[in-house]
Nanobody
Framework: QLVESGGGPVQPGESLRLSCTAS????????IGWFRQAPGSEREGVAC????????YYIDSVKGRFTIARHNANKTAFLQMDNMKPEDAGVYFC???????????????????WGQGTQVTVAS
């Protein structure tokens, strides 16, 4: 029901825009989160955006560099990643959490739907 796209190799300082396209669900009822997982590491939340414009949240390491957005009518979410760093590399996943209110990325079990991920590589 969720398909991520837009991953690929970039060099440090470059940008990448990830997309998450939903099917069979109405995005209006869900907060959207972006997560990443580096080899040998646990999956971590990167950013989320609430269902009805209550706001967005970013982990400290991406604040000022990443921007999360959503277009409910097109059933699409985006993660714009600028000034990328090697530590941003990993498989990026989008996910949906049915929620009214402020979104969160600490409790992954609360997310109901997950995509299969898109690989992001950051290297010189």
């Amino acid at each position: 029901q969720l398909v991520e796209s837009g991953g690929g190799p970039v060099q440090p300082g470059e940008s990448l825009r990830l997309s998450c396209t939903a099917s069979l669900v109405t995005l209006d009822y869900y907060a959207i989160g972006w997560f990443r997982q580096a080899p040998g590491s646990e999956r971590e939340g990167v950013a989320c955006i609430s269902a009805h414009g209550e706001g967005a949240y970013y982990i400290d390491s991406v604040k000022g560099r990443f921007t999360i957005a959503r277009h409910n009518a097109n059933k699409t979410a985006f993660l714009q990643m600028d000034n990328m760093k090697p530590e941003d590399a990993g498989v990026y996943f989008c996910a949906l959490e049915m929620l009214v209110g402020v979104c969160q990325t600490d409790d992954l079990s609360r997310y109901d739907y997950w995509g299969q991920g898109t690989q992001v590589t950051v290297a010189s």
